[in-house]
Nanobody, 123 residues
Framework: QVQLVESGGGLVQAGGSLRLSCAAS????????MAWFRQAPGKERESVAAMIWISRITYHATYGDSVKGRFTISRDNVNNTLYLQMNSLKPEDTAVYYCAAGRKGAQGIYDYWGQGTQVTVSS
């Protein structure tokens, strides 16, 4: 069982930056696929970024087209924390951001979800 708790959301002006954090419980965090998703009101949930376990502590990072070059996903396996650095924020980035964890080898399947953190970007 993995529990995920996001933090770091808030209100920021367009062009600004935020860093989201996701604290994870569990002893095998380093081997989990981890990802960030977001959902804006009236829209479907969107994949933002993911770190897919390859081997030991090697991961493959992927990004949604709308955030490439602006967002960076990273993880601290010592402190069981996933991060999302968001730069050059736009009003269309406004959404609830969710952290998710999935077992290695099951790419695209996320079994555990956080409660979400609100990000609001004003124009």
């Amino acid at each position: 069982q993995v529990q995920l708790v996001e933090s770091g959301g808030g209100l920021v002006q367009a062009g600004g930056s935020l860093r989201l954090s996701c604290a994870a419980s569990g002893r095998t965090f380093s081997t989990y696929n981890m990802a960030w998703f977001r959902q804006a009101p009236g829209k479907e949930r969107e994949s933002v970024a993911a770190m897919i376990w390859i081997s030991r502590i090697t991961y493959h990072a992927t990004y949604g087209d709308s955030v490439k070059g602006r967002f960076t996903i990273s993880r601290d396996n010592v402190n069981n924390t996933l991060y999302l650095q968001m730069n050059s924020l736009k009003p269309e980035d406004t959404a609830v951001y969710y952290c998710a964890a999935g077992r290695k080898g099951a790419q695209g399947i996320y079994d555990y979800w956080g409660q979400g953190t609100q990000v609001t970007v004003s124009s």
